[in-house]
Structure formats: C-alpha cells, structure tokens
C-alpha cells in the first residue's frame, strides 16, 4: 500500500533550520505532485510548498516564501523541505502529500495521500 513517511522534525531555537524528508513507496511517485503542509494546534492544515512530477515546477505559501524550499528526488522517491530562518510560529505538524498528476494545488482535498506527520518546534 502507499505510505508516505516524513522525517527530520525536532526541536530548534528560533533562526535555525531543519531539513524534513519525506520517503514515498506503493506508488509510481514521478507521477504525483508532492506537497508540504503543516497544522498547529487549534488551526486548519495550511499548504506551504508544493513540487510538480519533473520538478522543475514549485510553489509556496507566501508565508514561507525565501525561507522554505522544497525539491524532490525521484530516483530515491524522497521530497524535501529545508526550512530556514525558523520562527515560533513555525511550530507544528509536518505532513507531506501527494497528488496524482497534480497540477500543485493548495488544497487539502486535492490530495490523495498522507503521511503521518512530523513534529517541529521552534522555541528557546
């Protein structure tokens, strides 16, 4: 079955960086758009970046926009996001998506799969 497993969350102080990785298998992933969101406490699940089947075709909330960025490596069925001068409000749960033959939509619904979620705090 398809799993999507995110990893790299943690713990980092406000201006640091984090690299999260997230591992596709059950699916033929140069076929899906991939997408980063993330969902705090008490809030809706917000796109922050999203990656087309060739890479060559990103897009980003303007709030992570020259901080975030994200890329993806089809030989090794991973996309990325390295995440830059954190804030507080950064904090939150990571999840990665896919979308068949997306075209990198913003939406929740647009996606087909899930993964579980990675943690990521920004505090001192």
Do not use: H
Not at 21 to 26: E, H, P
Not at 43 to 71: P, W
Not at 91 to 103: E, K, P, Q
Request: net charge neutral; proline share 2%.
């Amino acid at each position: 079955q398809v799993q999507l497993v995110e990893s790299g969350g943690g713990l980092v102080q406000p201006g640091g960086s984090l690299r999260l990785t997230c591992a596709a298998s059950g699916l033929t992933f140069s076929s899906y758009t991939m997408g980063w969101f993330r969902q705090a406490p008490g809030k809706a699940r917000e796109f922050l970046a999203a990656i087309r089947t060739n890479g060559d075709n990103k897009y980003y909330a303007d709030s992570v926009k020259g901080r975030f960025t994200i890329s993806r490596d089809n030989a090794k069925n991973t996309v990325t996001l390295q995440m830059i001068s954190l804030k507080p409000e950064d904090t939150a749960v990571y999840y990665c998506a896919a979308d068949y033959l997306g075209w990198g939509a913003r939406t929740v619904d647009e996606y087909d799969y899930w993964g579980q979620g990675t943690q990521v705090t920004v505090s001192s």
